[in-house]
């Protein structure tokens, strides 16, 4: 979050799914991403992102985070409008994650391509496509 962000600010405590956290708010540029991975895969990282900041129309997003004593993330929240250039009416998008059975196996079923879609796919192209 440090290599992200230029804001963060510590709101308080708080117990998430029982384990003590530090609640946090934090303005996460997603250009500065790109800095924060290894330096072979930051051109990919820096083209994703910059689509990305088309498709929001701001390269920021604030995000509240929730963080246990070992440092580990146990919750964020999100809620930002995207105003993409090539629509009039934002986009609003609120999200809630809850993070938990750290180390635990992970065995996915991934859905049917029909349930499905891109971001991109949603907004219609601009006028440079």
């Not at 609640?23 to 924060?36: E, G, P, R």
């Not at 910059?50 to 604030?62: A, D």
């Not at 995207?82 to 859905?111: L, Q, R, S």
Request: net charge negative; hydrophobic share 45%.
């Amino acid at each position: 979050l440090n290599a992200a962000s230029d804001s963060i600010d510590r709101i308080g405590t708080q117990v998430v799914r029982g384990t003590q956290t530090t609640h946090y708010h934090v303005v996460v540029d997603l250009l500065k991403i790109a800095n924060t991975v290894p330096a072979a895969k930051q051109a990919a990282v820096r083209r994703t992102f910059r689509h990305e900041v088309e498709l929001v129309g701001t390269h920021t997003i604030p995000i509240d985070v929730w963080i246990d004593s070992q440092g580990l993330v146990r919750r964020e929240h999100f809620d930002i409008s995207m105003h993409p250039a090539t629509v009039t009416v934002p986009v609003e998008m609120e999200m809630t994650i809850d993070f938990f059975d750290f180390g635990a196996p992970v065995h996915v079923v991934p859905p049917p391509a029909r349930m499905v879609a891109d971001l991109a796919d949603l907004v219609p192209p601009g006028p440079s496509a």
